[in-house]
């Protein structure tokens, strides 16, 4: 069994900044992918950013250049930097894996969602 739990989300003004993480653990024998989607009230859930085992980032053209994905391998850990945030970024936010686990498959898992608001 896999876990993903995330942390950092919360209210900011419009133009601010939330950094937010999201730990892996349980039966990992390699994480291929993490990322971080969002769904606005409403709407459907989407892609913010994306990262690979090797860091190759992959982002939403919304987010760019404003946005940032890393990980720490060593942790289990992606991180999504996220300035200039607008209303329009709100939201419950989800980190996503891809993982091998110890009995070798590969599946994707998900937390349980972190709130995003931004305020005018």
């Known amino acids: 069994q896999v876990q993903l739990v995330e942390s950092g989300g919360g209210l900011v003004q419009a133009g601010g900044s939330l950094n937010l993480s999201c730990a892996a653990s349980?039966?990992?024998?390699?994480?291929?992918?993490m990322g971080w989607y969002r769904q606005a009230p409403g709407k459907q859930r989407e892609l913010v950013a994306i990262?690979?085992?090797?860091?190759?980032?992959s982002y939403a053209d919304s987010v760019k250049g404003r946005f940032t994905i890393s990980r720490d391998n060593a942790k289990n850990t992606v991180y999504l930097q996220m300035n200039v945030l607008n209303p329009e970024e709100i939201g419950v936010y989800y980190c996503?894996?891809?993982?091998?686990?110890?009995?070798?498959?590969?599946?994707?898992?998900w937390g349980q969602g972190t709130q995003v608001t931004v305020s005018d």
């Open positions: 996503y894996a891809n993982i091998r686990v110890v009995a070798g498959y590969d599946a994707n898992f």
């Open positions: 349980g039966s990992i024998f390699r994480i291929n992918a």
């Open positions: 990262i690979t085992s090797g860091r190759n980032p």
